[in-house]
């Protein structure tokens, strides 16, 4: 069989890195291309947000159900089905002569993506022993790194170059390659029993997440005390309360919640979601006090902010050699209390200061940033078993959307509360001391990211730090209930 060729973990690591670098570039790509859409279709830019409020909803709404669907049909089958709904939706997205016909593609590109990274993380997680995670880690981190810091360079030159069209387009060879390579090369994980679909937890999951995720995209634009915003606010947060009291009392829950009762677990999730609003809170400010601030086009804000994503890759390579003699608690704590520091000295630069000043601080702050993700994501599912990897990984995963939705949504309300501009000499001109307070506020997250950090046990944390060439005792979470776990080759 051409499974047996590839090394599963190379395999798996293969098809993820494609699927999450194509759905996290994809986002950045849309965001530089609105403004051209909204010439396209003759709409005012408010109006445009539907294209990327569409996504985020429909994928708030399609991650719970993602680790039942994987657990009941099996990951490999589940995750190629989802990269076909979202290269397929691409193309779509790409033919529309509407803006209806626009943002209904891209809540159809939102169910591909809301299933693919859970299953994707899933399969990564039950491909690699807990001391192997690590290695894992790293192979997640360079799309998170590389796919925001490329996609406004390549929107740009799409955009510029040839037509909005290609910012969904580009998705189309990446999907179809990732596809063809699963197929032929990933082995199938498929949980005994899957137990029964938890109905109430999809709805309420659904309608919960879908409610809070517009009301924090849509805040800046609508006014956060407008009805609107105030009324999905409200009945997002109540129907999440009332999900935690179902899900509590579920046999079979869709979302796990007793998992958080794992101390290692819930540590390092608070702090991926922590860290995750400074994070990409700033990567949103940063491009506005590129564009905004220093009047650089798109193209070149990217190439200013593309520095982190190498910052991040060499971090990667630090905290991977680190980890095993350190452990998570002093990595992460480190790296974001680095991150606090580097945003609040970016809260000093003026837009007089050289671009070379703000290139140096995006490595610094990827290279930090990196010393978070790959430790904390490695440590996450240590202890937690392969029968509820899936979940997990749904859990994860959903916190980690909900916090950048939320990073954005505060940086965009810090500054829009000081106000991006003022009048000097009778002219209007960017005011930066906005920008400089919505640094400090992801500064300070990232701070009280640092202190969760300390919650962290790297006892705990144990069987994810045993080097490679070390032999794991099978008596951990994860080995003991590998059998649970039934391969097939699809």
Request: hydrophobic letters at 55%; glycine letters at 12%; one cysteine or more.
């Amino acid at each position: 069989m051409l499974a047996d060729r590839i090394s599963p973990k190379v395999s798996v690591g293969v098809v993820y890195v494609l699927a999450m670098f194509m759905t996290i570039m994809d986002a950045t790509i849309v965001n530089v291309a609105l403004p051209r859409l909204g010439r396209e279709f003759g709409v005012p830019a408010a109006h445009v947000g539907g294209v990327v409020v569409g996504f985020l909803v429909s994928l708030a709404v399609f991650i719970p159900a993602s680790g039942w669907l994987g657990d009941r049909f099996g990951t490999r089958r589940v995750f190629l089905g989802a990269l076909v709904f979202f290269t397929g939706a691409s193309a779509l997205c790409g033919l529309a002569q509407t803006l209806t016909q626009l943002i209904t593609f891209r809540i159809l590109q939102g169910v591909g993506g809301g299933m693919m990274t859970p299953v994707g993380m899933a399969m990564l997680y039950r491909t690699f022993l807990p001391h192997e995670r690590i290695r894992a880690s790293r192979i997640l981190v360079i799309p998170a790194a590389f796919a925001p810091a490329i996609g406004p360079v390549l929107g740009g030159l799409l955009v510029t170059d040839l037509s909005w069209r290609w910012a969904f387009y580009v998705n189309v060879p990446i999907g179809i390659g990732g596809f063809v390579f699963g197929l032929l090369f990933v082995r199938d994980q498929r949980q005994e029993d899957a137990g029964r679909f938890d109905v109430p937890g999809f709805v309420l999951a659904g309608a919960g997440f879908g409610a809070l995720m517009y009301a924090l995209s849509e805040g800046s634009a609508h006014g956060w005390t407008s009805p609107r915003i105030l009324g999905a606010g409200v009945v997002g947060a109540v129907l999440l309360v009332v999900l935690t009291v179902v899900e509590l009392r579920a046999a079979e829950p869709m979302l796990d919640l007793r998992l958080l009762t794992n101390r290692l677990f819930a540590s390092t999730t608070l702090v991926i979601v922590l860290g995750t609003v400074a994070f990409l809170g700033s990567l949103f400010l940063v491009a506005l006090f590129f564009q905004d601030g220093y009047g650089v086009s798109a193209l070149q804000s990217g190439l200013s902010t593309f520095p982190e994503a190498i910052g991040v890759m060499a971090g990667a390579q630090i905290a991977g050699r680190l980890y095993p003699r350190v452990g998570p608690r002093r990595l992460v704590t480190t790296g974001l209390c680095g991150v606090g520091v580097i945003l609040a000295s970016i809260s000093l630069v003026s837009f007089s200061t050289s671009l070379w000043v703000m290139r140096t601080l995006m490595f610094a702050l990827g290279l930090s940033m990196a010393n978070v993700f790959v430790p904390a994501q490695a440590a996450a599912f240590a202890t937690v078993s392969s029968a509820s990897t899936g979940r997990a990984s749904t859990m994860f995963n959903a916190g980690r959307q909900l916090g950048g939705a939320v990073g954005v949504a505060i940086m965009g309300a810090v500054i829009s509360a000081v106000g991006v501009t003022h009048v000097v000499a009778g002219h209007v001109r960017p005011d930066a001391r906005a920008y400089h307070a919505a640094f400090l506020t992801a500064a300070g997250i990232a701070l009280v990211a640092a202190t969760m950090g300390r919650r962290i046990s790297d006892t705990d944390a144990a069987p994810s730090m045993r080097r490679s060439a070390e032999s794991p005792p099978r008596d951990d979470a994860s080995a003991e209930s590998l059998a649970q776990v039934r391969p097939s080759v699809g």
